[in-house]
Each structure stands twice: as C-alpha cells, then as structure tokens.
C-alpha cells in the first residue's frame, strides 16, 4: 500500500517516473498546447547520419514550434554501454533509438516508457506497423517502443565486374532458382582476382559483428546460436559446425573473402559481392565507377529458413521531464509520414510505406527488381529478428572473442563451438 501511494504522489507531481507510472493517452498533446521545451534524442553513427535525423527533427519542429529536437549522437561501438550508464545516473536523454541488441536490457530493466496508446490512436492507424517487428516490445502487457528500420541485410553485387567475367548475377540465379550458398562460394571464387587485389566476397562489414554477418548463414544450415526460449547455446551442433566450416572454407581454402581485419570497400571496385545492412544503399548510390545491383542471401541445406533483419526503433525513457513532447516526436516519426521522409534511409516496418510506389519508385540502383526480391518479399514471408537477450552485452563479448579465433583459423571450428557452449550456456541459465 504504501508503495503504491508514494508512486501515485510521484506521477502526480511528476518529479520522477517509475517503471509503475507509465504514460496515459489523457497526456497527448496538440501543436497549439506545445509549451516552449527542449527534448533530447540519442542516435547511434556518424555526422551523416546525424544529418538525416537533423532534417526530420526539423520538420517535426515546423509542426510543433514549441518544442526544439537536440541530438546527441553516440558511436556505435560506445552506444548501449554509454546510454546505459546515462540511464542509472538519470542524464539520459528523452527518446532513445535502440537496436535488437539492446531493447531487451532496457525493458528488463524498467527504463522505458509503455506506449501502448499508439495501439488506439485512429490518426496512427497502428494496425498497419508490421506485426513481427512489434513482438521485440511486447512484454509484459506493454509496448516499449516502435521500430523505424527493418529489413534483411541486402547482398550488394558489382554488376559491372560479373558482366567483364560472363557470370550469371545473383538476381538472375534467383530467377533460376539456383542461388543458393554453394553457387555463391563458386561465384566468389571465379570473381576473386589476386593479381588485381579483387575479392569475390566480404560478409562482414564490422569485423565485431558476428551476429550481422553470419546468422543468416547460420539458419540457412539449419543451426541457430539459442533455443527459442533463450534458456540454452544450440550452436553446437553438427549444423552449426558446417555453417562455420563454409565461411572458413571462403577465407582459408578458397581465399575468395576479404581477409579478417583487411578494409576493402564496396565504393573501390575492388568487392565483387558485399554484404551490409539497408542503410548503405544511400552510401551506394554515391557510387559512379561501376553498375550495382541488390539481391538477397542465398538458400542452403534448410530450404524455409528465416532471413535475419536487425531492427531499430525509438523509445522514451521513464524518468523524461517532457514526456508528453517526447511521446508526441516518437508518434510523429513512426506515422505514415515520417516514415515515408525516412526512406533514404530506412526500410520502413509499415506495410503502406513499403509497398507504397513512393518506396519502389527511388532512385535506382538498386532496381526494383532487386527491392523487390531482397526487401519487399522477405519482409512478407521470411523475416526473423537476430538472437537478443537481455544480458547480450556479456554473451556477444564472450561470444565475438571465440568468433576471433575462426577468423584466425588458429583452432577448430568444433573446437571452437564447444568452448562457446561451455562460457555463454551459463548466461543464458542465470536469471540475473
């Protein structure tokens, strides 16, 4: 009883916010009620991307002059350990833009807001936000965010390179039904030219982000890295072992992958295939040396496996001094409108965006085609949100300094996986 009380006296004299006080449809605001206030929001990258968001915070800005947008932009390498320390010391900013990886320790731990008004709100028209992009927010009876990027991770392919060799692209062994990983390790073998400092292929654009760049091979041989109850490390297995013998194989035997720790870009000519999340189709298009195209990774042993989508979406965090503003920049940037602004970008997780003429009609590359077939169908039938947990941060850098050691080749894949079931099994059994 008393603890209900003292939360009641709090929400009431809105001091501070608990994880028990949680916005209320009765605080939406209206452009002309806006009082002259200054939220603050989080995101992750570089100066160009801060030049996008800089963009859409202005025009949410027109709409309410009473309210001004401050970004803070973080690394990405320092965000969720940064935010998360901003969090416990009560500096944090208003809105929040969180990855997979991170959405599950901020809810675990209370820190945001449930925004499960949006759900009713007619002008929102929640109903047309992609289902399975929800999921990630939806425990405990709440809604915890709303996501703004989705979208498998595009395989980008030098069109003009494939052209000089008489190969057959991606996109048209799609259509053949024959793209499958097999034909790509071929590819990438016939398209590699050492004397040229040419690679066939890189899968990693971080060379510390396991979880991007293998999962999709991963599930494409049947393995997966937990269960789907997140309790146990199932990667240990004999499809596990022959996923990661494959990327072994295009590293050591075929020397057609960049190697570890090598940066060779896409933008060189020097890549005949790359792999890297939605957002780099906006850096693609910059490019003038040579024809590209997307298309989506390849089928392997496990024919009706899943593609991996990474995820981003915005969030508020509980103890906001301008909740009801923050709320309002949220609902504002995941409406049909401000996706639609965000389509450089971003691949949108509303189905009108997406299949909007606005989304397939962009300026090409990649051609719709190549929209079509790597982003617009996945998301309809095969789309499935990376590994998260809660305690992700301990489990990815344990996990990453194993992943180390394939890309070294110093020990056995086998080897390898044991050791991985022996140091992140015990994370996924502990509950705190």
């Given at each position: 009883?008393?603890?209900?009380?003292?939360?009641?006296?709090?929400?009431?004299?809105?001091?501070?916010?608990?994880?028990?006080?949680?916005?209320?449809?009765?605080?939406?605001?209206?452009?002309?009620?806006?009082?002259?206030?200054?939220?603050?929001?989080?995101?992750?990258?570089?100066?160009?991307?801060?030049?996008?968001?800089?963009?859409?915070?202005?025009?949410?800005?027109?709409?309410?002059?009473?309210?001004?947008?401050?970004?803070?932009?973080?690394?990405?390498?320092?965000?969720?350990?940064?935010?998360?320390?901003?969090?416990?010391?009560?500096?944090?900013?208003?809105?929040?833009?969180?990855?997979?990886?991170?959405?599950?320790?901020?809810?675990?731990?209370?820190?945001?807001?449930?925004?499960?008004?949006?759900?009713?709100?007619?002008?929102?028209?929640?109903?047309?936000?992609?289902?399975?992009?929800?999921?990630?927010?939806?425990?405990?009876?709440?809604?915890?965010?709303?996501?703004?990027?989705?979208?498998?991770?595009?395989?980008?392919?030098?069109?003009?390179?494939?052209?000089?060799?008489?190969?057959?692209?991606?996109?048209?062994?799609?259509?053949?039904?024959?793209?499958?990983?097999?034909?790509?390790?071929?590819?990438?073998?016939?398209?590699?030219?050492?004397?040229?400092?040419?690679?066939?292929?890189?899968?990693?654009?971080?060379?510390?982000?396991?979880?991007?760049?293998?999962?999709?091979?991963?599930?494409?041989?049947?393995?997966?890295?937990?269960?789907?109850?997140?309790?146990?490390?199932?990667?240990?297995?004999?499809?596990?072992?022959?996923?990661?013998?494959?990327?072994?194989?295009?590293?050591?035997?075929?020397?057609?992958?960049?190697?570890?720790?090598?940066?060779?870009?896409?933008?060189?000519?020097?890549?005949?295939?790359?792999?890297?999340?939605?957002?780099?189709?906006?850096?693609?298009?910059?490019?003038?040396?040579?024809?590209?195209?997307?298309?989506?990774?390849?089928?392997?042993?496990?024919?009706?496996?899943?593609?991996?989508?990474?995820?981003?979406?915005?969030?508020?965090?509980?103890?906001?001094?301008?909740?009801?503003?923050?709320?309002?920049?949220?609902?504002?940037?995941?409406?049909?409108?401000?996706?639609?602004?965000?389509?450089?970008?971003?691949?949108?997780?509303?189905?009108?965006?997406?299949?909007?003429?606005?989304?397939?009609?962009?300026?090409?590359?990649?051609?719709?085609?190549?929209?079509?077939?790597?982003?617009?169908?996945?998301?309809?039938?095969?789309?499935?949100?990376?590994?998260?947990?809660?305690?992700?941060?301990?489990?990815?850098?344990?996990?990453?300094?194993l992943f180390d050691l394939v890309q070294t080749g110093e020990r056995s894949i086998p080897d390898i996986l044991a050791q991985m079931e022996i140091e992140v099994g015990p994370l996924l059994k502990s509950e705190e």
């Open positions: 009883m008393v603890k209900k009380i003292a939360c009641f006296l709090i929400c009431l004299s809105s001091v501070l916010w608990t994880s028990g006080c949680t916005y209320s449809p009765d605080q939406k605001l209206n452009p002309a009620e806006a009082k002259s206030v200054k939220i603050r929001m989080s995101i992750r990258g570089d100066d160009d991307r801060k030049t996008q968001y800089e963009k859409m915070a202005r025009q949410f800005m027109s709409l309410y002059p009473g309210i001004k947008v401050e970004l803070i932009s973080i690394p990405v390498r320092d965000y969720q350990n940064k935010l998360s320390i901003m969090v416990a010391s009560k500096t944090a900013p208003d809105v929040v833009t969180l990855t997979e990886r991170m959405i599950p320790q901020f809810i675990h731990n209370e820190d945001l807001v449930d925004l499960s008004e949006f759900r009713t709100d007619p002008d929102y028209d929640f109903q047309d936000i992609l289902p399975s992009m929800l999921e990630i927010y939806e425990q405990r009876g709440g809604l915890y965010g709303i996501p703004f990027s989705v979208g498998p991770r595009p395989l980008f392919f030098n069109k003009s390179l494939f052209k000089e060799k008489g190969l057959k692209t991606p996109l048209e062994l799609l259509q053949e039904g024959r793209w499958t990983y097999e034909e790509m390790a071929k590819l990438a073998k016939q398209l590699s030219d050492s004397s040229k400092g040419i690679y066939g292929i890189r899968l990693f654009p971080d060379w510390k982000n396991w979880a991007n760049s293998l999962i999709d091979l991963i599930w494409a041989y049947g393995a997966d890295v937990f269960d789907r109850e997140n309790k146990r490390f199932v990667l240990n297995s004999p499809e596990g072992i022959q996923a990661l013998e494959y990327y072994s194989r295009l590293v050591f035997k075929d020397k057609s992958h960049v190697k570890p720790g090598e940066m060779i870009s896409f933008e060189s000519g020097k890549l005949a295939m790359y792999r890297d999340n939605p957002a780099y189709m906006a850096t693609a298009r910059n490019i003038k040396n040579f024809d590209w195209d997307i298309a989506p990774m390849p089928s392997g042993p496990k024919a009706d496996a899943p593609l991996a989508t990474g995820l981003a979406g915005y969030s508020v965090i509980k103890d906001s001094p301008h909740m009801k503003e923050a709320v309002l920049f949220v609902k504002y940037m995941t409406s049909k409108q401000g996706m639609t602004d965000q389509l450089d970008w971003f691949i949108p997780p509303r189905k009108s965006v997406l299949e909007s003429d606005i989304f397939l009609s962009q300026a090409a590359p990649p051609s719709p085609e190549g929209l079509r077939q790597t982003i617009i169908e996945p998301i309809k039938t095969r789309l499935r949100v990376i590994p998260n947990h809660y305690r992700w941060q301990e489990i990815d850098t344990k996990m990453q300094s």
